[in-house]
């Protein structure tokens, strides 16, 4: 009865999905603009399926994140276990009484290694 006498009360399809657009988040309106839906029930089956597609990425993102700060902290621990270990490593080949450096001028134990092309940690 309200609309015989009131029309103007009643929103039409195209007032709604103004109405509605106009609710959403940026995100998942800006998608939906240059489509022009003017049909209510399309315009909340699309922003239902952009909602579920942000969700969706947003726990990838998530996965990955966390996966990505366990392999630091391993790694971590394993820098700082083989930096340990290297400080218990014996100098049985090694001469402990420092000797000046005949090429930096600074004392340092056993000969000097800065010519040779080799892996500090493994000599």
């Not at 009865?1 to 995100?27: F, Q, T, V, W």
């Not at 800065?114 to 000599?123: E, M, R, V």
Request: net charge positive; charged share 30%.
């Amino acid at each position: 009865m309200l609309s015989r006498y009131a029309s103007h009360l009643i929103p039409n399809a195209e007032e709604k999905c103004h109405r509605c657009l106009s609710g959403l988040r940026d995100i998942i309106r800006q998608p939906l603009i240059p489509f022009g839906i003017e049909d209510y029930a399309t315009l909340v089956e699309r922003t239902r399926r952009i909602e579920t597609d942000l969700q969706s990425t947003q726990r990838r993102r998530d996965f990955y994140k966390r996966k990505n700060e366990d392999r630091s902290k391993s790694t971590q621990s394993f820098q700082f276990g083989r930096s340990n270990w290297r400080k218990l490593k014996p100098n049985t080949s090694e001469n402990n009484t420092p000797i000046v450096c005949n090429k930096y001028g600074r004392a340092h134990k056993g000969e000097c290694l800065s010519d040779i092309n080799t892996c500090f940690l493994c000599h």
